[in-house]
T-cell receptor
Framework: AQSVTQLDSQVPVFEEAPVELRCNYS??????LFWYVQYPNQGLQLLLK??????LVKGINGFEAEFNKSQTSFHLRKPSVHISDTAEYFC????????????FGTGTQLKVEL | DTEVTQTPKHLVMGMTNKKSLKCEQH?????MYWYKQKAKKPPELMFV???????INESVPSRFSPECPNSSLLNLHLHALQPEDSALYLC?????????????FGPGTRLTVT
């Protein structure tokens, strides 16, 4: 079985500062990786995904993530955050051949302050 | 059109009521999902339909009854719920198959059981 760890439950950051949200996974087989964002009282929106190919993945809203197989990590980064980025961020994995059964991390609350 | 719609947005029901949640997508996806999300937690998978057939039931109590009338619609019938069933219920859809495809989420139905 696979698992996802998001060590930081909350990340406060000032507007225009860079941010990194950490995600580590554990799996005995290859996985696909996703980052989703959830704004208050809304559903989840896909930010970016890694299926194969280049390990640096660019997503929407200026976010990017880097897949590191040796460190089993998929950290999310943004060089300059905006107030509107305040939301809950979930990292998720699906094992290769596992269909579409997502395993979510516990989430990281990003709070952007002025 | 990458939208998944859910109705109603909010639902308050008593423990003896029968109600239904509805989900619709027009992206041609053949996999549809129900998730339950409690506050400050990641979504928990409840059911997966693939090609209109139930493929995954995550040991959900029988007071929750899913239905997939056609490839665009997904219902969740509720009966004799408990207060602990109060949560945000999210619907999602994706392409079907053993390869992992990103899931598109609806805005959710906020359910309160009194």
């Amino acid at each position: 079985a696979q698992s996802v760890t998001q060590l930081d439950s909350q990340v406060p950051v000032f507007e225009e500062a860079p941010v990194e949200l950490r995600c580590n996974y554990s799996s005995s087989v290859s996985v696909y990786l996703f980052w989703y964002v959830q704004y208050p009282n809304q559903g989840l929106q896909l930010l970016l995904k890694y299926l194969s190919g280049s390990t640096l993945v660019k997503g929407i809203n200026g976010f990017e993530a880097e897949f590191n197989k040796s460190q089993t990590s998929f950290h999310l980064r943004k060089p300059s955050v905006h107030i509107s980025d305040t939301a809950e961020y979930f990292c998720a994995v699906v094992r290769l051949g596992g269909g579409n059964k997502l395993t979510f991390g516990t989430g990281t609350q990003l709070k952007v302050e002025l | 059109d990458t939208e998944v719609t859910q109705t109603p947005k909010h639902l308050v029901m008593g423990m003896t009521n029968k109600k239904s949640l509805k989900c619709e997508q027009h992206m041609g996806h053949r996999a549809m999902y129900w998730y339950k999300q409690k506050a400050k937690k990641p979504p928990e998978l409840m059911f997966v339909y693939s090609y209109e057939k139930l493929s995954i039931n995550e040991s959900v109590p029988s007071r929750f009854s899913p239905e997939c009338p056609n490839s665009s619609l997904l219902n969740l019938h509720l009966h004799a719920l408990q207060p602990e069933d109060s949560a945000l219920y999210l619907c999602a859809s994706s392409q079907a198959g053993t390869v992992a495809y990103e899931q598109y989420f609806g805005p959710g139905t906020r359910l309160t059981v009194t």
